[in-house]
T-cell receptor, first 118, second 109 residues
């Protein structure tokens, strides 16, 4: 299956700073990538769908000005958490897969980035 | 609204069999997925069901009944490394994945 990497794997930052998380598809050209957030002991929550060359589609309740998504190429999507606050501390996971197709739609997940905002 | 229910936690013994149930109510159905997630890691794909019946893959099997909105994941010959959370996810009519909260499986020697 596809190999997906994320960088960094963990980050600690001060409140008010911005953090950029990269998601790379190493062997698959992904026109669409997905960004999830997972709080401790909770399920994955889809934040946004990242579309290559166009604006991301955000889920209800997710602030697009706070969580900036850029999908400039078929192998790279970035999520920037702007003016991070402690409540943004979470596990951020990207994934890719043909979710829009009627195929099996297996999603391949990145290893995740653990963000801690002090 | 859309909802996926699965037990919060289950305990089983090494070498035994365990069945994790998942019931769903979603707007449309385009497949059901099971994922395994170890603590602090991203989920890994286990199985996919879109037609009724049983899909077997080694020690793991997954069953689907669309008319009942029901699926289960069956794990045989349990090993200690199977201790993890198991997530049920359904793809709805918009091809969005709706996630269950996960079932934490504890394996005891």
């Amino acid at each position: 299956g596809a190999v997906v990497s994320q960088h960094p794997s963990w980050v600690i930052c001060k409140s008010g700073t911005s953090v950029k998380i990269e998601c790379r598809s190493l062997d698959f050209q992904a026109t669409t990538m997905f960004w999830y957030r997972q709080f401790p002991k909770q399920s994955l929550m889809l934040m946004a769908t990242s579309n290559e060359g166009s604006k991301a589609t955000y889920e209800q309740g997710v602030e697009k000005d706070k969580f900036l998504i850029n999908h400039a190429s078929l192998t790279l999507s970035t999520l920037t958490v702007t003016s991070a606050h402690p409540e943004d501390s979470s596990f951020y996971i990207c994934s890719l897969g043909p979710a829009g197709s009627p195929g099996s739609g297996t999603q391949y997940f990145g290893p995740g980035t653990r963000l801690t905002v002090l | 609204g859309q909802n996926i229910d699965q037990p919060t936690e289950m305990t089983a013994t090494e070498g035994a069999i365990v069945q994790i149930n998942c019931t769903y109510q979603t707007s449309g159905f385009n497949g059901l997925f099971w994922y395994q997630q170890h603590a602090g890691e991203a989920p890994t794909f286990l199985s996919y069901n879109v037609l009724d019946g049983l899909e077997e893959k080694g020690r793991f099997s997954s069953f689907l009944s669309r008319s009942k909105g029901y699926s289960y994941l069956l794990l045989k010959e349990l090993q200690m490394k199977d201790s993890a959370s198991y997530l049920c996810a359904v793809r709805d009519s918009n091809y969005q994945l709706i996630w269950g909260a996960g079932t934490k499986l504890i394996i005891k020697p």
